[in-house]
């Protein structure tokens, strides 16, 4: 990423294992970098999960961007004191299993589909008219987007109107906003290391980085199932 110019990048869901390597990517790369995360609990364990990575350009507090007033109040805001918003990165969401579709009950519905989904459309509607257009607006789901994956129905739905969510985006954005979806496969994390052709969270920040900073590169859906698919793309922008 050019230094000359700093950027400005959201990050909702960045204390998650799968954003953390957005983070970590972008303040390698001298962002300033927004996390909104869910206590002041979280605050201090994300920072010490970090380290030294943690450096003055990350901006790390607890608010509630999970409604529409939460996270227009936190997109007025980051445009109010940093300026504006370049890029956002959005791996927001969780898994949820053990019922089949006709076995779920009204929490289930609310917490695993209508709750995710409506975090998703919350933070789109509050940031992509602020957007500068200098660098892009990535949703983030897994395969199950576009897998049906039995027993955890509710998660195959929310990930695939989320989806669409970001088709539609697209489409309504033109050639004035890049709008791209990550779809992924297993993520090696931290947490969960896994096999080595598993893609991996820093790779996942990694092609965020250089999709940012490639403006030729119109809104796209970007399949990042393994690693050789991350080197390939990274490969390709480079």
Do not use: C
């Amino acid at each position: 990423m050019r230094q000359e110019s700093t950027r400005r990048v959201l990050i909702p869901g960045g204390s998650g294992a799968v954003g953390e390597g957005a983070v970590r990517a972008y303040l390698a790369a001298g962002a300033d970098v927004v996390v909104p995360t869910r206590t002041e609990q979280r605050v201090d364990e994300f920072r010490r999960v970090l380290g030294d990575a943690a450096t003055d350009r990350l901006h790390l507090f607890a608010h509630d961007y999970s409604t529409f007033e939460g996270a227009e109040s936190l997109a007025a805001t980051m445009q109010k004191r940093l300026g504006g918003i370049d890029d956002v990165v959005a791996p927001i969401g969780g898994w949820w299993a053990g019922k089949r579709l006709w076995e779920i009950g009204e929490n289930d519905w609310n917490a695993a589909f209508t709750g995710l989904a409506t975090t998703h459309m919350a933070v789109a509607r509050a940031v992509t008219p602020r957007l500068t257009g200098r660098g892009a607006y990535a949703v983030v789901v897994g395969e199950s987007a576009v897998y049906p994956v039995p027993g955890s129905g509710l998660v195959s739905m929310e990930q695939a109107a989320v989806l669409m969510m970001q088709k539609v985006l697209a489409a309504e954005a033109g050639e004035r906003r890049r709008i791209h979806a990550f779809v992924l496969g297993p993520v090696r994390t931290r947490l969960t290391p896994g096999e080595p052709t598993l893609v991996s969270a820093d790779q996942i920040g990694a092609v965020a980085v250089a999709l940012s900073d490639t403006p030729s590169e119109a809104s796209r859906e970007v399949s990042l199932r393994t690693s050789a698919e991350a080197e390939q793309i990274l490969k390709e922008l480079a």
